[in-house]
């Protein structure tokens, strides 16, 4: 039992915090790309936002390098792991086991396809508890992860020493 504590305290050293100016671009990109979706949610009465799009925005704007970041991780992530939400809530219905063998059935599908993304985690728990129709798919999940991407690519390359995406 020892061996899982001694596993558990860690040993490598907590990575430098980000300068000042590097967190302030990452929290504009972020709120430039919140604030869009939100106001061409308002604009077009229709629903483009999502509480997991927060978090996408942070690995989009804070680690754009990181595979969990690139376009196809941001947009397949939340697709496949919102079509599994639906089709787990379709078959078992609403509760907590349903939510929790749909977040397991996501992780899954993401690691396997290669598109993980580690906000579209939460999607299926979302759905369980809005328990929306199939038309989530589009509004606002492929929708808004699109709106996310557009600004990532536009706002990560017009900053000095950034290139997004890493690949596609």
């Not at 000042?20 to 939100?38: D, E, N, R």
């Not at 063998?101 to 299926?124: C, E, I, N, R």
């Amino acid at each position: 039992m020892t061996f899982l504590f001694k596993k558990m305290a860690g040993g490598g050293a907590c990575p430098e915090p980000a300068r000042p100016a590097a967190a302030l671009l990452g929290g504009l990109g972020a709120m430039l790309a919140i604030g869009f979706a939100a106001g061409l949610s308002e604009l077009l009465d229709t629903i483009l936002m999502m509480a997991p799009f927060g978090a996408s925005c942070f690995l989009a704007f804070a680690v754009p390098e990181s595979p969990l970041a690139q376009p196809r991780n941001i947009v397949f992530g939340h697709l496949i792991s919102s079509l599994v939400g639906l089709a787990v809530l379709s078959i078992f219905g609403p509760g907590w086991p349903g939510m929790a063998l749909a977040v397991g059935l996501a992780v899954s599908a993401m690691m396997w396809s290669g598109t993980g993304h580690a906000p579209a985690g939460a999607d299926p728990a979302v759905i369980f508890v809005l328990q929306p129709g199939l038309d989530f798919l589009i509004t606002p999940v492929l929708s808004g992860a699109l709106l996310i991407v557009v600004v990532a690519l536009l706002f990560n390359n017009m900053r000095r020493g950034k290139r997004y995406p890493v690949y596609w």
